[in-house]
């Protein structure tokens, strides 16, 4: 056959199946290389996963070998922080319990921080704070919660007084849910501002009263209210807690009630 001669049909269709075999064969190489990195990239995306469990483990593990070290003038069967009157005084009774992470604690506090600390000050109610832990998972660090309340602990150990400010600076500055939180050099210089000394950083690094936080106060929340806040005065629960001056007239009524009964209980003994 002369050069340049076109070809015959038996050699055009073994070039068609020549590009045909090129295709599938390109085809299977695309498809192999997609493959390849579907399974590198679910691969990695397990290493992550299992990383953070793993990291959720530990950390969890660790917890639970943490000692219950009970704050000063905490009881094991009461482990509240107490403020306020003293107990069996006559004035009402407030449990109040918080976690860090809840927003809706932080919108009570906004609202009562005040008058709470007016309450208090002036010895017209005993306040039985409980900081809970139980929105943890709700943190990516998984320990927000815990930290938070262990550094409440540490500034009510050093000195009560400034634990309920150094509580409305953490709720100022309230994180979102499912972030990794504040870190632990910005809880301790919300500690500072509220008055703690520079000793609290040793307390809270130490991690001092995770244990209390974890196997004390927070089974003791649990059995009071499964979420928080939880408030109660004199053991009857309030939840009008997002109207001005509510909680206040409310301590106050229950004050004047506790008041009136004991007077009564005087008239009726003479």
């Not at 932080?106 to 208090?120: H, R, T, Y």
């Not at 010895?123 to 550094?151: E, I, K, V």
């Not at 009560?160 to 972030?179: I, V």
């Amino acid at each position: 056959m002369a050069s340049g001669s076109p070809k015959s049909a038996s050699e055009r269709r073994e070039a068609q199946r020549e590009a045909l075999r090129q295709q599938r064969q390109a085809e299977l190489r695309r498809q192999r290389s997609v493959r390849i990195i579907i399974i590198a990239v679910i691969t990695v995306i397990a290493l992550a996963l299992l990383s953070v469990a793993g990291l959720f483990i530990y950390r969890a593990a660790t917890a639970d070998k943490q000692p219950v070290t009970m704050p000063t003038g905490v009881s094991e069967d009461a482990p509240y922080l107490t403020f306020g009157a003293e107990e069996g005084s006559g004035a009402p009774v407030v449990d109040l319990n918080l976690d860090f992470m809840c927003p809706y604690c932080g919108q009570f506090d906004g609202v009562n921080s005040a008058d709470i600390q007016e309450l208090v000050e002036n010895d017209q109610m005993t306040l039985h704070l409980t900081p809970r832990r139980f929105l943890d998972a709700n943190s990516t660090s998984g320990d927000y919660s815990t930290r938070a309340a262990n550094a409440l602990v540490c500034v009510y150990e050093e000195n009560p007084d400034n634990a309920l400010a150094f509580t409305t600076l953490m709720y100022e500055n309230q994180p979102a849910e499912n972030s990794a939180g504040l870190t632990d050099d910005q809880i301790l210089e919300y500690a500072k501002q509220a008055g703690a000394s520079d000793e609290v950083s040793s307390c809270m690094s130490s991690k001092r009263y995770w244990g209390y936080v974890r196997k004390a106060a927070e089974p003791y929340g649990a059995d009071l209210a499964s979420s928080t806040p939880y408030v109660a005065i004199d053991g009857t629960v309030f939840e009008d807690y997002y109207t001005e001056g509510a909680f206040k007239q409310a301590v106050l009524e229950a004050a004047g009630s506790s008041a009136s009964d004991a007077g009564g209980a005087s008239d009726s003994g003479r």
